[in-house]
């Protein structure tokens, strides 16, 4: 005949808490009989297997953190591939060529890309800054807008740009602005 337990008494053989026990009943885990109101049983036979099926294997705790810490290295090893993909791109960015243009500027204007060339900093440097703090227009040729930048321009690329450690000076700087 199959053996009923009080949950005390279950408890106590498993070495459980009672509310360990009351909880799995009330989540379905579990059977329990009520032979009365206010008292339930269990069959010794299952609460011995649901017991059972608590315990995690030997070795399965260490087999699921020896998995987890190979998906951390993998995705650490993406991480750090992404990292690199997008300072290529930032370099790639930075190194943007500028625009060449066949047509001649306007008299007293120059191309801000040629000025960037003249003075070594990276086109993208002075485009960012163009037209808020290095004043100028754009012109039209050929259907693309090109930045032109005159005397004050030129002033104001000198002033934002000469204390870049890559600037080189040429004969004109500091290009004052009522130079032509």
């Known amino acids: 005949m199959e053996e009923y337990v009080t949950?005390?008494?279950g408890?106590?053989?498993?070495?459980?808490?009672t509310k360990r026990i009351q909880r799995a009943i009330k989540a379905g885990?579990?059977?329990?009989?009520?032979?009365?109101?206010?008292?339930?049983e269990i069959s010794m036979?299952?609460?011995?297997?649901?017991?059972?099926?608590?315990?995690v294997r030997p070795g399965e705790t260490q087999d699921?953190?020896?998995?987890?810490?190979?998906?951390v290295g993998d995705l650490g090893a993406q991480l750090t591939?992404?990292?690199?993909?997008?300072?290529?791109?930032?370099?790639?960015?930075?190194?943007?060529?500028?625009?060449?243009?066949?047509?001649?500027?306007?008299?007293?204007?120059?191309?801000?890309?040629?000025?960037?060339?003249?003075?070594?900093v990276p086109y993208q440097a002075a485009e960012e800054l163009f037209p808020r703090a290095i004043y100028g227009q754009k012109i039209t040729v050929r259907r693309r807008n090109y930045p032109?930048?005159?005397?004050?321009?030129?002033?104001d690329f000198w002033v934002q740009l000469?204390?870049?450690?890559?600037?080189?000076?040429?004969?004109?700087?500091p290009h004052e602005e009522g130079m032509r």
């Open 81 to 120: 591939e992404l990292r690199e993909q997008t300072q290529r791109i930032e370099e790639l960015r930075l190194k943007r060529t500028p625009p060449k243009t066949n047509g001649v500027p306007p008299e007293g204007f120059v191309y801000l890309s040629d000025f960037c060339t003249l003075h070594h």
């Open 29 to 40: 885990d579990l059977s329990a009989r009520r032979p009365h109101s206010n008292k339930a």
């Open 162 to 173: 000469h204390p870049r450690a890559d600037y080189v000076t040429c004969d004109d700087c």
């Open 148 to 155: 032109v930048i005159g005397p004050k321009g030129r002033h």
């Open 64 to 71: 699921r953190l020896a998995e987890l810490e190979a998906r």
């Open 7 to 9: 949950i005390a008494e």
């Open 11 to 17: 408890a106590r053989r498993l070495g459980l808490t």
């Open 45 to 55: 036979a299952d609460l011995q297997a649901w017991f059972d099926g608590l315990h």
